[in-house]
T-cell receptor, first 114, second 111 residues
Framework: NAGVTQTPKFQVLKTGQSMTLQCAQDMNHEYMSWYRQDPGMGLRLIHYSVGAGITDQGEVPNGYNVSRSTTEDFPLRLLSAAPSQTSVYFC?????????????FGPGTRLLVL | DQQVKQNSPSLSVQEGRISILNCDYTNSMFDYFLWYKKYPAEGPTFLISISSIKDKNEDGRFTVFLNKSAKHLSLHIVPSQPGDSAVYFCAASADDYKLSFGAGTTVTVRA
């Protein structure tokens, strides 16, 4: 199993540009989520999904959209990038019956918005 | 307002000694607590967890203690090894799969 994969690893955007951060998992996990990590802030939940077709907002959802058309994929869209969205983004997945602790994280996408 | 707080941004410890990381929380609805370890340029990896019905959980060199009345938990690493040098995040959830993270503590183990 590849686990949780994220692409790209690094991206530079100009203010106002749009892009999609890709996340995929091959563990048949129902639950997937997106976090951003900023210095001194830890990881903050952006959006999450408890299954295909179901998404909900986390702590910091503004400026981001998500969709969950399949169990495997959970893309994060930035419609109009802003410098405040410069961060490291992590995708995670888990299978609820295995317990809350088994949230598996991807390697992250480092995003710089100029 | 951060509901999970790690007030020590960094910790330096000599190899072989004990590392103690602390975490405080404010939300009384949290019922599950976790510690994640993160190396540079990698995603966090799960380390150890504890349910609110327990006050201690041990896994090898790692022990987590929970004091519910004080809303405080700690992670003990004994003995500390060079490979333990990483950022450690405390996290908590309230039975809804969503995790609230602390800001992290960077541990450096000196030879």
């Amino acid at each position: 199993n590849a686990g949780v994969t994220q692409t790209p690893k690094f991206q530079v955007l100009k203010t106002g540009q749009s892009m999609t951060l890709q996340c995929a998992q091959d563990m048949n996990h129902e639950y997937m989520s997106w976090y951003r990590q900023d210095p001194g802030m830890g990881l903050r939940l952006i959006h999450y999904s408890v299954g295909a077709g179901i998404t909900d907002q986390g702590e910091v959802p503004n400026g981001y959209n998500v969709s969950r058309s399949t169990t495997e994929d959970f893309p994060l869209r930035l419609l109009s990038a802003a410098p405040s969205q410069t961060s490291v983004y992590f995708c995670a997945s888990s299978y609820p019956e295995q317990g809350k602790e088994t949230q598996y994280f991807g390697p992250g996408t480092r995003l710089l918005v100029l | 307002d951060q509901q999970v707080k790690q007030n020590s941004p960094s910790l330096s410890v000599q190899e072989g000694r004990i590392s103690i990381l602390n975490c405080d929380y404010t939300n009384s609805m949290f019922d599950y607590f976790l510690w994640y370890k993160k190396y540079p340029a990698e995603g966090p990896t799960f380390l150890i967890s504890i349910s609110s019905i327990k006050d201690k959980n041990e896994d090898g060199r790692f022990t987590v203690f929970l004091n519910k009345s004080a809303k405080h938990l700690s992670l003990h690493i004994v003995p500390s090894q060079p490979g333990d040098s990483a950022v450690y995040f405390c996290a908590a959830s309230a039975d809804d799969y969503k995790l609230s993270f602390g800001a992290g503590t960077t541990v450096t183990v000196r030879a």
